[in-house]
């Protein structure tokens, strides 16, 4: 059986401009990365004198297993479907992170025949933008200890710095470090420590910020730490806002690839939805409005988490709304919440199926009665599945009033998605009128308390004091306004990754409270979730390799 890479080698790309040129993009406006690959000029978006209006389609999932259940492969192949029906369609994505790749969950371009390329350049590297972020961020860092190391006129507090260095790998070992040993021309010493790129406040200002100059101030609004008397200090206060956005000037720019199937994709920005807002850029979300009748966007991880921080944060800000929303649904993760394990879950079991379906009706539920919004279920088919397994999914969905369509994307590319494009199409409705639970008014707490309730489900939340007088604290320094970005477990509506299926009579532990300044959001680290994954016992960097030709092996 041919495997990801093989398939995406098959196919021979069409030249980036003529791409381009079939969503109205002049040549102009591209900055080449090769034959296949481009940044678009925002002076292509500003071109266009009216606003975007393009239909907007978000994909999101039931609560996933730890393998991931296609929700990428399942949007490329929508979007495909989209085109085959003579829709003028389009993609915005995330781009990939090399953490996952070389850990356990692979790259973020799809699979079988419904894929982003070149797949193995956008999950390697791609045009440098995760490098970009990285490299700005740890600029920062370095200028925080070079003001302190030259008499520290900012008199910052060393034990309450609290922007974090940051790389694009799963590393725990850099969770918590020490920084500043060796002679005193290494630096003063103190407790530091690195997070993930994907998790930096930096990448989600690259995808939160809709021109140059809101990059440069978001950057510059970016609270590095407190001083000696409590204040807060911003990276403006050190005059870094300026060098940072001049390493991200490139990398705020959309990068356009393609389908299998030539279908248009803007791949941008690459935050994780379980402890960041897991969305693509605004830009790009936007640029693919302007330039497609049907934009196709994902968020990452299940409904509770990256569909709900779409819509809860870049959905606000962004003043955008989805026209319907996509629900990928597997039989083998209705079994794994059905409690089957996870290495069975290839086995038919239809009873541990019907028991796992409370999972999928508690996010139907979520976005049809708490955002309003109409809903067409996607079963992904894998190959394990069977006939009684995928019409006891089909029956559910009859019996909750949902369209539903089976995809066979992987194996077909969009001729597996034709009729969920169609039902997509027959879903979206003349008028919708955006629903949210909770109100940007409200305190953090409130709010905090309106997604834990209402979302996930859970009878209340408990704070830990230390988050109690974080929260305090930052809305006495006027950010009681900001939305939250809940960073838990993505396995679970609770923060208890063993808490399968739709769990009642549990409590949501918000531990800590992170405050993003610069991005816009209050992030509340609940149950033992950490911003800096590790690397499994065997993770897939060990089956990867490059032959005598250079032909890469072992990715995916």
């Known amino acids: ?52 209006s393009g239909k907007l389609i978000l994909v999101t999932a039931i609560s996933p ?53 070149p797949m193995e350049d956008i999950n390697l590297h791609f045009t440098g933008d995760i490098s970009a972020v990285t490299t700005a961020n740890n600029l920062l860092c370095a200028m925080i200890d070079n003001h302190i190391y030259h008499g520290n006129e900012l008199r910052l507090d060393v034990n309450n710095i609290v922007f974090k260095r940051c790389m694009d790998m799963n590393d725990r070992a850099l969770r918590n470090i020490v920084c500043g040993l060796g002679q005193r021309s290494d630096g003063v010493p103190r407790e530091d420590g690195f997070n993930i790129t994907a998790a930096s406040e930096v990448m989600a200002i690259l995808c939160m910020a809709t021109d140059l100059a809101d990059l440069k101030k978001r950057l510059g609004n970016i609270t590095i730490g407190y001083n000696l008397d409590g204040e807060a200090v911003f990276a403006k206060d050190l005059k870094a806002g300026g060098a940072m956005a001049v390493v991200l000037k490139e990398a705020l720019k959309p990068n356009l690839v393609q389908t299998l199937e030539h279908t248009p994709v803007f791949m941008h920005g690459g935050p994780f939805a379980n402890i960041a807002h897991g969305c693509n850029s605004i830009l790009a979300t936007r640029m693919a409005l302007a330039f497609s009748d049907y934009t196709v966007t994902e968020a990452g991880f299940g409904a ?31 079994k794994y919440h059905g409690g089957v394990k996870k290495d069975l879950v290839s086995e038919e079991n239809v009873d541990a199926l019907k028991r796992g379906l409370v999972n999928l009706d508690r996010h139907v539920h979520n976005l049809t009665d708490i955002y309003g919004l109409p809903v067409v279920i996607a079963i992904n088919r894998f190959t394990s599945d069977t006939e009684a397994e995928i019409e006891a999914l089909v029956q559910h969905a009859g019996h909750l009033g949902i369209p539903a369509s089976v995809c066979d994307v992987w194996a077909k590319g969009g001729e597996g998605a034709i009729e969920l494009a169609q039902l997509v199409e027959e879903a979206i409705p003349v008028h919708s009128s955006p629903s949210h639970p909770y109100d940007y008014a409200q305190s953090i707490e409130e709010k905090i308390r309106g997604i834990a309730t209402k979302i996930y489900g859970a009878e209340g939340v408990d704070f830990t004091r230390k988050a109690l007088q974080k929260l305090h604290m930052f809305e006495q320094q006027g950010y009681g306004n900001l939305p939250v970005c809940i960073a838990k477990t993505q396995y679970s509506f609770s923060d208890d990754a063993s808490k399968l299926g739709a769990p009642e009579c549990f409590r949501l532990e918000v531990r800590d409270v992170r405050l993003n300044s610069g991005a816009g959001f209050i992030v509340a680290m609940c149950g033992n979730i950490m911003r800096m994954p590790g690397l499994p016992k065997q993770p897939a960097a060990i089956s990867i390799d490059i032959d005598e030709n250079g032909e890469t092996l072992g990715l995916f």
């Open 304 to 334: 509770d988490l990256g569909a709900e921080k779409f819509l809860d944060i870049k959905c606000r800000n962004a003043d955008i709304w989805p026209d319907a929303v996509v629900l990928v649904v597997t039989a083998r993760a209705m």
């Open 65 to 117: 297993t730890p393998a991931g259940e296609g929700k990428t492969t399942v949007s490329i192949g929508l979007a495909d479907g989209l085109s085959r029906n003579g829709k003028k369609a389009c993609l915005a994505l995330r781009e990939p992170s090399l953490g996952p790749i070389f850990g356990i969950k692979g790259g973020a371009t799809g699979g079988g025949y419904a894929q982003a390329i």
């Open 1 to 52: 059986m041919n495997n990801d890479l093989k398939i995406a080698n098959s196919i021979t790309a069409e030249p980036i401009d003529r791409i381009a040129e079939t969503l109205g993009i002049d040549e102009e406006y591209l900055i080449h990365y090769g034959k296949s690959i481009a940044k678009v000029s925002l002076e292509a978006l500003e071109k266009m004198q009216e606003a975007p």
